[in-house]
């Protein structure tokens, strides 16, 4: 099955399925969600494996009129960038839905109701990857962000509508200085040979330097509210603290790459004389989301919150590596974005067990986990592990790749940048030695351990967190190419690395 | 003297024959008809004499004729677009003006006199209402198709003055309603004034009261005569207080919460269409050639208006007044089509209209659906929860907020990206970068009361939502489905008006 669109179509087909099963049945509901997103994850790997990893161009391409009036089409292809994104998302996408198999109660809705959101969100995280229309990655970019608001606002925990709010208007805020900027690209377009939003058309358009500068920053700050970037990223611990588990893995894990994954795809590809005038800021800003969101999370004692602050660090490295313009600082973001995915899905899902079994989300509640629930606590050490990008864990390796290829250009970025590592040793081993050694905290002593339902959902995600930081080859040979391409048409060659003799 | 009978093309009139016909049927069937038949046979006539407009106009469509009235009316493609527009809007509108317990049942006794619960208790309910909404919808439809000053005015009045009546109409705090129809008819009667005052000046500057008249004397003089310069602004005025534009505005919040709420929603969309019509007619031909003497003016008031409009949303609590001050925005938003002087504009200033006017009407149809026992709830205080209550009107709310905030997949962000383009194509930028802006405030008012009915719990005061009637379930259905079609497949809406939006002069 090698069709993007049929892909797109899955999901609602499913959610059309569970929008028919009877309401009393609600293991139906999550039967068929489940059996969806698992069919979904089949075929995106099938598709995976046909992809020709030397092909720098884009593949599976398929292209339909939408809106002719004003160019517009329902264009999709992927590049190996797309390619390993939509993988991470659909990977998730059915152990989200095992892993919070109960999630759904004790929402506003109905179990249907959420089972809905989620397929038509998976359709459009494949969508947002695969547009190669920029108004089509636009609706969808938008669009995504109503079903996300409904999973937060109505199956979340406290203060879960404001927290909701804050995301949507955040990103709202986002989203339409980006569309400023896409109204002009329409516009400049059709002065220089007719109206068109096609990605490859626009980005040779001629504009003046002011010009691409502002509107650079118009689709940059859309993406880095997205991201989150320090300082544009106070909604997003709100968001992942209200937010179920399973919602935050969706929503750090995938959406917010959307942010990352648009840096690349629209800011350098479109603007790549405005995007080298902003390195410089932008790979301040980085740095600065490194160290502060490392410090703020050593800081937090909420669970959730903690998780939500390692990621803002997180996503420094990543858009560090993206304005570093080396093809190892490319790449490394690239399968940073691929192993945050699932480092994050694993802390949150195995967290989200956690609070759901003690009842609290605080970390100095936990205590002595290891001895009541070994299999649990080694499961939340592995994913700490991986956070804090211990060798041999996945991250690793693609954190690594980012400080080589800033280094060789940014050097000072780079050292300062390595503290982060250094915090991240802190604000992992802080919570687990809180909340996994020591002695039992009263009122932990009867906690179950990870049913087998669990146990199934978090192994293929420490499973692939320890595959790929043994043996990142495979995705490197799809990600390598593609990273090479950017970097090339951007006019950099990789610096020679620097001699420690010099 | 000789007199030479005049010349009419009765085919390419019919539209607004055919309601002024029906107008004055309904007239009759107000005095003959017993009070048992004669809600039914009211609404059998309004319907149909629109329909049969509608099916005319659709048969006009590919006219193109300044003679259809010794050069006072002109049809082309724009005009047929306008016409067809107003009359979609204003049959749904009819669905909901149909619910007569919205209406008092004897306008011109006073509230709560002796006479008023009489008629109420004899079920003596009058039904005026429908021909005064056929009157001004001919009005509506000549306003957009007028070709000289003269018979812009006769439209403009004629469309005003059943409204002004028809605002007062409310059974349900009428003096509020009354009160809010006169300060309309004050209002209105003082802009009626300022436009006449610009029309004789326009008058004064190029000897013509026609608008080619007056275009000719613009492409011959430049365009920077200080008697054009008072005419054009004053005549804006005129069109800027019909339309709702700040700091013309003041009407609108008052009359919207104040009318009976089917009116709201058809004065809201009708009168939106007819009002724009007339302003894009007049200011792509005539005065397209003193562009610069206008343009400035009139970017700075879109600006304020759209600006204006969405802040002042933010403080509303009551949903009428919320959706009032969202139209003052949603004007600002039509006024940058105006400013963009190309056929992009016209195009993408012809579909906001009518699919901001659907919305509109599927929006206040919602609104009627809301009650309690002494009628509307319009209190957004009281629509907690009403996402739990009625989840399926709710959701219908929800998605016409989601379009008047211009969130893609809804009709309303393919009108706001048309025309913000068209707009930013003209050189209009920093328009183009307030609406965005606005738009981004303005999101924030309609997420908020998608909050209130979905994410806050309901509150037992006995608000309810009425089971709709199966004509207002008409109303709402058709709002969506229009609604959800233009957002997500536009392509044959936009073809077919490209391929009839240009102006004849």
């Known amino acids: ?502 | 003297m000789e007199f030479s009978a005049p010349v009419l093309n009765y085919t390419l009139l019919s539209p607004m024959l055919i309601l002024l016909g029906g107008a004055l049927i309904g007239v009759l069937v107000e005095a003959f008809v017993s009070k048992a038949l004669r809600p039914i046979t009211q609404l059998s006539v309004t319907l149909g004499s629109l329909v049969l407009a509608l099916v005319q106009v659709w048969k006009i469509r590919n006219e193109q004729s300044t003679g259809a009235a010794m050069g006072s009316v002109v049809i082309d493609g724009p005009a047929v677009l306008l016409q067809a527009s107003i009359l979609i809007i204003s049959i749904i509108s009819v669905f909901l003006i149909a619910d007569t317990e919205q209406f008092t049942a004897l306008a011109a006794s006073l509230p709560g006199s002796e006479e008023e619960r009489h008629a109420l208790q004899t079920g003596n309910q009058v039904t005026e209402v429908y021909p005064l909404t056929l009157f001004a919808v001919a009005g509506m439809l000549l306003f957009p198709v007028s070709n000289d000053l003269i018979t812009l005015f006769v439209a403009l009045e004629m469309l005003s003055l059943p409204l002004y009546l028809m605002a007062g109409l409310s059974r349900r705090r009428r003096l509020a309603s009354q009160e809010s129809a006169l300060k309309y008819f004050l209002l209105g009667a003082f802009s009626s004034a300022f436009f006449l005052f610009g029309a004789a000046f326009l008058y004064g500057y190029s000897a013509s009261i026609t608008f080619a008249g007056i275009r000719d004397a613009v492409v011959g003089s430049g365009g920077n005569d200080v008697f054009l310069l008072i005419g054009i602004a004053f005549l804006s005025v005129g069109l800027l207080f019909k339309v709702g534009a700040v700091p013309f505005h003041a009407w609108s919040p008052d009359v919207y919460q104040g009318a009976p709420t089917p009116v709201t929603a058809f004065m809201a969309a009708a009168t939106k269409v007819a009002a724009f019509g007339a302003m894009l007619r007049i200011y792509y031909t005539s005065f397209a050639n003193a562009q610069w003497s206008w343009t400035p003016m009139l970017t700075i008031i879109a600006i304020i208006t759209m600006v204006f409009g969405s802040l002042v949303a933010i403080a509303q609590r009551d949903v009428k007044r919320m959706l009032a001050y969202s139209s003052i925005a949603h004007a600002g938003f039509l006024l940058t089509g105006v400013i963009a002087l190309n056929k992009a504009g016209l195009e993408a200033s012809i579909f906001y209209l009518f699919a901001y006017g659907i919305t509109t009407v599927g929006g206040f149809a919602i609104v009627t659906l809301v009650r309690d026992s002494a009628g509307e709830v319009t209190d957004l205080n009281r629509w907690k929860g009403l996402g739990k209550r009625s989840p399926w009107v709710a959701t219908a709310f929800a998605g016409f907020l989601l379009s008047f905030a211009g969130i893609p997949l809804t009709s309303g962000f393919i009108g706001k990206f048309s025309i913000f383009s068209a707009a930013y194509e003209s050189g209009a930028k920093s328009v183009v970068i307030a609406g965005v802006l606005s738009s981004a405030i303005a999101a924030f008012f309609y997420i908020r009361v998608i909050v209130l009915m979905f994410f806050t719990d309901p509150v037992e005061d006995g608000t309810s939502v009425v089971i709709p009637s199966s004509l207002t379930s008409v109303t709402v259905i058709f709002s969506m489905i229009v609604t959800i079609a233009l957002g997500v497949f536009p392509a044959p809406v936009l073809n077919f008006i490209s391929t009839l939006a240009t102006f004849i002069r």
């Open chain 1, 1 to 502: 099955m090698n069709s993007l669109t049929l892909l797109m179509l899955l999901p609602i087909f499913g959610s059309v399925a569970v929008a028919a099963t009877p309401k009393a049945k609600e293991t139906l509901t999550k039967q068929v969600a489940l059996a969806t997103t698992l069919i979904v994850a089949a075929a995106t790997i099938a598709m995976a494996v046909s992809f020709q990893r030397d092909n720098v161009d884009l593949q599976f391409v398929e292209k339909y009129s939408w809106i002719p009036t004003f160019g517009i089409n329902f264009a999709v292809g992927i590049d190996g960038l797309a390619l390993v994104l939509i993988l991470m998302s659909t990977i998730l996408a059915p152990i989200v839905v095992l892993a919070g198999w109960n999630e759904s109660h004790g929402g506003r809705w109905s179990v249907k109701v959420f089972y809905i959101l989620i397929l038509v969100l998976e359709t459009m995280m494949i969508g947002v990857f695969a547009a190669t229309d920029v108004f089509l990655f636009y609706v969808i970019f938008e669009a995504m962000l109503i079903p996300v608001y409904f999973l937060i606002g109505g199956y979340g925990s406290g203060q879960r509508s404001a927290a909701a709010v804050k995301f949507l208007i955040y990103s709202l805020f986002g989203g339409l200085l980006m569309l400023a900027s896409i109204i002009a690209l329409y516009v400049m377009s059709g002065d220089q040979g007719g109206h068109t939003f096609d990605l490859q058309a626009l980005s040779q358009l001629q504009m003046s330097s002011t010009t691409q500068n502002f509107l650079f920053l118009g689709f940059f700050i859309a993406f880095a509210i997205k991201a989150p970037l320090w300082p544009l990223h106070t909604w997003l611990p709100d968001a992942a603290e209200s937010a179920t588990p399973g919602t935050s893995v969706l929503l750090l894990g995938v959406l917010d790459k959307v942010g990352t994954f648009g840096m690349i795809r629209y800011c350098l590809t479109l603007f790549p004389d405005a995007s080298k005038t902003f390195t410089p800021m932008i790979l301040i800003l980085a740095v600065i989301s490194i160290v502060y969101g490392a410090f703020l999370a050593i800081g937090q004692r909420d669970l959730k919150r903690l998780i939500a602050f390692t990621s803002i660090s997180h996503f420094g490295f990543i858009t560090m590596g993206i304005f570093a313009m080396t093809s190892q600082g490319h790449s490394g973001a690239t399968l940073y974005m691929f192993n945050h995915g699932f480092s994050t899905a694993a802390l949150f899902l195995v967290g989200g067990w956690m609070i759901s079994r003690r009842g609290s989300s605080t970390i100095a509640d936990f205590g002595g986990l290891q001895r009541v629930t070994p299999v649990m606590a080694w499961s939340f050490f592995l994913a700490g592990m991986s956070s804090l990008a211990l060798p041999g864990m996945s991250s690793f390796v693609s954190e690594f790749l980012v400080l080589v290829g800033t280094f060789t250009r940014y050097p000072v970025h780079a050292v300062i940048a390595t503290f982060g590592i250094v915090l991240a040793a802190l604000y992992i081993l802080i919570p687990v030695q809180k909340a996994l050694h020591g002695p039992t905290t009263a009122g932990n002593e009867n906690l179950s351990d990870l049913n087998l339902r669990e146990k199934i959902a978090i192994a293929p995600v420490i499973a692939i967190i320890i595959a790929i930081g043994f043996y990142p080859a495979p995705l490197l040979k799809v990600i390598n190419p593609a990273s090479a391409h950017v970097i090339a048409q951007l006019g950099f060659t990789d610096p020679a690395p620097t001699n420690g003799d010099k």
